[in-house]
């Protein structure tokens, strides 16, 4: 796969590498699924990064998906923030804040 530009955004180079594999990871299994079809390997995702402990802050999940919406399409955004709020939701129901 190759590696998405966000991944290299200065923006993001504070957060820990881990965590950093984890979105590249998440990335590769989401490539071309529908939100639909991704929404169960993302929710996966934030079930594996809690039982690695690898627990993002508010700000660093609002960064990254800032930097992946850049330069999408409105209709891309929308369903960008809609996976978001969802994840949002599952991780707040799981303990996350």
């Known amino acids: 796969m190759k590696v998405p530009e966000w991944f290299h955004d200065e923006r993001i180079q ?6 950093l594999q984890l ?9 071309g699924k529908s939100q639909k079809e991704a929404m169960p390997v993302i929710m ?13 802050t508010k700000d660093e999940f609002d960064l990254i998906f800032q930097i992946m919406k850049e330069g999408k399409s409105e209709e891309e955004k929308r369903q960008m923030d809609d996976a978001l709020e969802k994840a949002r939701k599952m991780m ?6």
């Open 23 to 31: 979105l590249l990871n998440l990335a590769e299994q989401i490539e």
């Open 14 to 19: 504070n957060i820990a590498p881990a965590k």
């Open 44 to 56: 996966g995702a934030i079930a594996s990064a809690n039982r690695q402990r690898l627990n993002f």
């Open 92 to 97: 707040r129901g799981k303990g996350g804040r």
